[in-house]
C-alpha cells in the first residue's frame, strides 16, 4: 500500500513540476529572457563550437536511439 501511495505521489509531483513549467513558458518574461540568451549564443565567438556541441549530443527522428528515449 505504501509503495502505490508513493508512486501516486510521484505521478502527481511530476505532473504539477511539469504543468508548472509549462504554464511559466507563456508568460511575456519567459519569451523575452529565451530572446535574450539566445541572443547572446548566437553572438559568441564560440558559437560555431557550442552549436556543434549541441547537434552532437541532440539526436531527432530516426537518429535517436530507441534504448535512450
Request: proline share 3%.
Amino acid at each position: 500500500m505504501r509503495a502505490a501511495h508513493r508512486h501516486r505521489c510521484r505521478s502527481w509531483s511530476a505532473y504539477i513540476r511539469c504543468y508548472t513549467d509549462i504554464h511559466l513558458m507563456r508568460h511575456a518574461e519567459f519569451a523575452a529572457e529565451a530572446h535574450r540568451q539566445s541572443a547572446l549564443a548566437a553572438a559568441s565567438p564560440y558559437e560555431q563550437d557550442d552549436q556543434a556541441f549541441i547537434d552532437a549530443i541532440s539526436s531527432f527522428g530516426h537518429d535517436a536511439d530507441p534504448g535512450l528515449v
